[in-house]
């Protein structure tokens, strides 16, 4: 496949094996606290490329994005921060602080004043994770409005340089709506990464990649129909297991925030097949919770979080968590993933200062086994990232717990921890690294 895993990680799938560590200490997961004193400035490890995901520098360890930088000054974008992995884990001083400033590509002479991650993948196939970003260009409301996506090439020093504007073909594009939100993904399945834009109404674009380093595809068609509105952004997942990457649409959300969902299937002519429908929810997240052989998902809602075994299957059960957001990630290493269940006003998913986390087993999710991760900095607490980072073959939970407005991070203050998964417990009561995102602004490169 050649599927991205983000650092959004809403669609991730994850299915690694783990050995036997109960016979001595990992001494990987002794906690290292940066937060408050700014971890020294580290280069940035210089890599060959692997196909690795999220791995901007080419090393074979992943990395971590950042959107939300706590900061001075009101309405402004901080930018983007990335934090470089090593086979040990992340380690906050090799950090690099990316802003339209500094890497944005330039639209009739003006600079985006927005500058904000939206997916990751290696879209030119050389090894290194690119990076896509959506700007803010000038507009003045008259035909369609210009592509406000542009890309960060990976390479060995990780993600450097000015971005290029992503080439949306006219004849890919339909009315007057931005060409946004993408998706990566093999949909295709000829092993290079593709593009998914939303184009119009219930249309969308395809790209097929590889791209070139101007941001122009290998191809692109017409539009096509699909069900839905709007495409969540986050990972394409090989749903059917067919060898093509399948995208999710969604209609435009009502007033509770949920909205229906509808799985469009990929194909040697691209997403073009619609697949299951899903029941209204806020956020979906796939995975393989261990009823059966085949993908689940579990769709979260004003009402609860919805279970879907095997999809397009008919296997289904529910949660009483409400409002909650969903992830899933092999945190034990057995090859089923966890449910990971974030925010939320009552039930299963508790306060926004916990995150709930739901074993997966070979019987299915279950709801009685769970491990409450409360992290001692207070706040509200997000998910920011599911994945191995340290390459123990289970995956890691990145938090991040904000105090203050997180619309407004001129007044917020915020710590990163990275919590190791575990083979018993799912994952570490203690973070194995924590950090502030105030951390960036130290670097000077900022707007």
């Given amino acids: 496949m050649g599927t991205a895993a983000v650092v959004s990680c809403a669609l991730l799938l994850t299915g690694c094996g783990g050995g036997d560590d109960a016979a001595k200490p990992d001494v990987r997961h002794k906690p290292v606290s940066m937060a408050g004193k700014g971890a020294a400035q580290l280069p940035v490890p210089s890599g060959k490329g692997s196909k690795v995901d999220d791995d901007f520098n080419g090393d074979g360890a992943p ?7 706590v900061h001075s000054g009101h309405g402004d974008d901080a930018g983007i921060g990335v934090v470089y992995g090593s086979e040990s884990g992340l380690r906050p001083g090799a950090r690099q602080l990316l802003s339209a400033r500094t890497n944005g590509a330039r639209t009739k002479g003006e600079l985006p004043a927005a500058f904000e991650s939206e997916a990751s993948c290696d879209l030119d196939k050389d090894g290194f994770t690119d990076l896509l970003v959506s700007t803010d260009p000038p507009y003045d409301g008259q035909g369609q409005p210009p592509v406000p996506l542009q ?4 390479s060995p020093k990780g993600l450097s340089g000015k971005a290029v504007k992503v080439q949306v073909p006219k004849q890919s594009r339909i009315g007057n709506d931005w ?6 993904g093999d949909f295709d399945g000829d092993g290079a990464n593709d593009l998914v834009l939303h184009a119009s109404g219930a249309r969308l674009t395809f790209l097929r990649g590889p791209f070139k380093r101007t941001g122009a595809p290998r191809a692109a068609g017409k539009p096509l129909a699909a069900p839905g509105n709007d495409l969540v952004t986050g990972k394409a997942v090989d749903v059917d297991r067919d060898g093509y990457d399948d995208v999710l649409v969604r209609k435009a959300a009502g007033a509770s925030g949920a909205a229906a969902g509808a799985l469009v299937l990929g194909g040697p002519k691209g997403p073009a097949e619609t697949g299951v429908l899903f029941p209204a ?5 796939f995975g393989r919770f261990g009823k059966g052989k085949g993908t689940d998902a579990a769709i979260a809602g004003p009402k609860g979080v919805a279970l879907r075994y095997d999809v397009p299957g008919t296997q289904r059960a529910s949660m009483e968590s409400r409002n909650v957001a969903v992830d899933t990630g092999d945190l034990d290493g057995d090859g089923l993933s966890e449910l990971i269940l974030s925010g939320g006003s ?17 019987t299915g999710l279950d709801k009685n086994a769970s491990r409450l991760v409360n992290p001692s900095a207070k706040g509200t607490t997000q ?3 599911v994945a191995d980072f340290d390459g123990d073959k289970r995956a890691d939970l990145v938090l991040r717990t904000y105090r203050g407005d ?12 990275v919590y190791p998964g575990v083979k018993v417990d799912l994952v570490s009561g203690k973070p194995q690294v924590t950090f502030s995102t105030a951390e960036f602004l130290a670097l000077g490169e900022g707007d």
């Fill in 406 to 417: 997180a619309e407004d991070t001129g007044d917020a203050e915020d710590t990163v921890g």
């Fill in 383 to 385: 998910v920011l990232a």
């Fill in 281 to 285: 929810g806020t956020d979906t997240a």
């Fill in 151 to 154: 890309i960060l090439f990976g």
């Fill in 179 to 184: 060409s946004d939100q993408p998706v990566c």
């Fill in 63 to 69: 990395d971590l994005v950042l959107d939300d930088l």
């Fill in 346 to 362: 009552s039930g299963d998913g508790g306060g926004t200062g916990e995150v709930r986390v739901f074993r997966g087993r070979t």
